[in-house]
């Protein structure tokens, strides 16, 4: 299949790009300083020799008042050795680079700045919650000049571009909404006075880096938020910014509050996002970028194809699988690894434990040098004992490095949990994913023996050298009277179609398998009860998947007890303590079982009885996330 649009040259302003792919600017950790660090440059390096059109570099602070110690600066001309080290290192690897240029404005705290956070309007941040301080018409003024010397620097550090962030609800968009613009002088009040803002901006950065010099402008097509922007507000600003002299318009969505869009989850469709963009290229002549879970190239060039937009960013996509671009072009779309829109990688890291960027799909993220895969010392013969996320990411990667490696399943069919977990309704991407972690180990020569379960025999008669044991978890059910009943049964035997419920159901445990399978029984028109122990359901998804969670459960009318206590199970209904009172919820017909899991690894005692040399991992070891399980797979995957 040729995408012939997807990989045809294209301009923006004087710039010529190879193909339409865009890789584009997302906070990632990795600036050490404020400073460009190697992970950084291996990082953009990898997407560029992948075949990607044009790297945005992160978000770079114009600013001290926007700083931080993980993000890019760019507001003094000592950042531009390493700025050019990096767009550099980009062409180097033949691609094209433009860094976005960058104000957070209220979207920070002052510890993370050191410095009183400024905004339009004395408004906080309904996430970040500090007050800033209203700018004044002198503070403006030095702001817009900020910003047209930071452009300069990108120039003068071989940036082929720049891009201007007034999406995200960041500097220029506070001044540019009626949500965070409250203001009663020239730049507030109407959206021309709002635009003033940007418009100055723009200015600046003409005068200080000339005519011919490609500038970018990224925007939300709506915010999402009330008094936010909305898609017409953004054609009159596309119109706008377009006189003003913008080569392209990057049309993302969303604020902080509203950052679930913003970094949107498996929870919304692919390309969700194109109306925005298709909006805006209906409104301009300049070229339009769509951007936001766009996760396949064939879409990708579909939407260039229907005329929605003229360049396609693709940035988790290219997280997943730096080679993504070559893969397309040469047409060798099985061997993409996509991304899934987990965000336990991606965001999760990030945003909830602060460190930096990696991915479920894809380990060597970040750490592009150390973890690249390399021939083995001695070639081995390795068994793999469970064909789930774990070990078939081990199994894989020992074969990519030489070595013998024999995967054996107890069951009919390999992905494990990670398949399971495709099952819910609108998760379909992950069982895909595992589905092709399987032929991909298959296609690297892994030899894989579905439905057979180690003995001492088998195990003599393979006689490996070392032994992975990624056997996975099963079920934990808690001590509850009641829980041996005929109509007592465990989530995952719901999920893999062992087992069939009544049509009233109550889900005794309300994390990730729990909303899992809520979520596939009310598709199936059951009622659902949910019971759970904490004061509150899904605190084991991700932040920017649980706001989806809550609305399907909303939307979807499942009733929801927290702070309860399931005491016992009678034929027919359930008793529950909740807040230290009694109760007892009748008319159930089936109780599904999800209260967690623990390790199964019953064949340790058979390779310790044989004294083989063997490693624990995934569930087998610990319980965890897909992401841990993938990634302890990977990693005793280049340690062997």
């Known amino acids: 299949m040729a995408l012939q649009n997807l990989f045809s040259e294209g301009r923006i302003g004087t710039l010529t790009l190879k193909n339409r792919v865009v890789f584009p600017p997302m906070g990632t950790n990795f600036p050490e300083d404020e400073k460009v660090s190697k992970s950084l440059i291996d990082y953009h390096v990898a997407r560029a020799k992948g075949g990607c059109g044009l790297n945005i ?46 104000h957070a404005g209220r979207q920070t705290n002052s510890a993370v700045t050191g410095l009183p956070i400024v905004s339009a309007s004395p408004i906080p941040c309904p996430l970040c919650q500090e007050m800033p301080r209203e700018l004044t018409l002198k503070e403006i003024k030095e702001l817009v000049e900020a910003y047209g010397d930071a452009a300069l620097r990108a120039k003068k550090a071989g940036f082929d571009a720049i891009e201007l962030h007034g999406a995200h609800g960041y500097l220029i968009a506070q001044f540019m909404s009626p949500y965070s613009n409250h203001r009663g002088d020239n730049y507030g009040g109407s959206l021309e006075n709002r635009a003033r803002f940007a418009l100055e901006i723009i200015a600046d950065v003409r005068k ?46 969303g604020v902080y509050e509203t950052l679930h869009y913003t970094v949107p989850p498996i929870d919304l469709p692919v390309g969700f996002n194109v109306p925005g963009a298709a ?27 229907d005329g929605n937009a003229d360049f396609i960013a693709m940035g988790r996509g290219q997280i997943a699988d730096p080679e993504l671009c070559n893969k397309a072009q040469r047409g060798d779309f099985d061997s993409i690894v996509k991304c899934i829109g987990c965000n336990q990688g991606c965001v999760d890291r990030l945003l909830m434990q602060g460190l930096s960027v990696s991915c479920l799909r894809n380990p060597s993220t970040g750490r592009e040098s150390e973890y690249a895969i390399k021939p083995a010392d001695k070639r081995k ?116 179609g062992k087992k069939t419920t009544g049509n009233s159901v109550a889900v005794i445990g309300g994390g990730l398998v729990g909303i899992e399978v809520a979520e596939y029984l009310r598709e199936k028109g059951k009622k659902v009860t949910i019971v759970e122990m904490l004061d509150e359901v899904a ?52 109780v599904v079982m999800a209260t967690g899991v623990k390790p199964y690894n019953a064949v340790v005692d058979i390779l310790k009885k044989a004294g083989c040399t063997y490693h624990t991992i995934g569930d087998a070891s610990a319980s965890g996330k897909a992401l841990d399980a993938i990634w302890a797979g990977a990693s005793i995957g280049r340690a062997i």
């Not at 050795?81 to 290192?89: E, H, M, R, S, W």
């Not at 769509?290 to 194809?305: E, G, M, T």
């Not at 490696?405 to 009919?412: P, R």
């Not at 998947?545 to 927290?562: D, G, L, S, W």
């Open 279 to 305: 909006a805006v290229k209906s409104a301009v002549h300049i070229p339009v970028i769509a951007v936001d879970r766009i996760n396949d190239p064939v879409l990708a060039d579909q939407i260039l194809r």
């Open 57 to 102: 570099v992160e978000i770079a602070a114009v600013h001290p008042t926007s700083r931080g110690t993980r993000t890019l600066g760019i507001y003094d001309d000592k950042f531009i050795p390493g700025l050019k080290t990096l767009a550099d290192a980009i062409h180097e690897a033949g691609g094209k680079a433009a860094v976005q240029i960058w």
């Open 539 to 590: 605190k084991e998804l991700g932040m920017l998947r649980r706001p989806f969670a809550f609305q399907y459960i909303k939307e979807h009318a499942i009733e929801v007890y927290t702070s309860a206590t399931c005491t016992e199970i009678k034929d027919n209904s359930l008793v529950i303590e909740q807040n230290g009172k009694r109760k007892e919820i009748g008319g159930i017909d089936t």
């Open 381 to 496: 013969k390795v068994l793999v004992i469970g064909g789930g996320a774990a070990g078939l990411e081990a199994a894989t990667t020992l074969s990519r490095r030489g070595h013998e490696v024999i995967l054996c399943e107890k069951n009919d069919s390999l992905g494990g949990q990670f398949f399971l977990a495709g099952v819910a309704p609108g998760k379909k991407e992950m069982s895909d994913a595992a589905l092709q972690m399987g032929r991909t180990a298959e296609k690297t020569g892994v030899a894989i023996r579905l439905g057979t379960e180690l003995t001492e025999e088998l195990l003599g008669e393979i006689n490996p050298d070392e032994v992975v044991v990624a056997t996975g978890s099963v079920p934990f059910i808690p001590e509850i009277p009641g829980n041996d009943k005929p109509h007592v049964v465990t989530a995952i035997d719901v999920l893999k």
């Open 208 to 253: 200080k880096v000339g005519n011919d010099y490609p500038v970018l402008y990224r925007l939300s097509s709506e915010e999402r938020v009330k008094n936010g922007l909305t898609f017409e507000d953004t054609k009159k600003i596309a119109k706008l910014i377009e006189k003003a002299g913008v080569d392209a318009i990057h049309v993302s969505v």
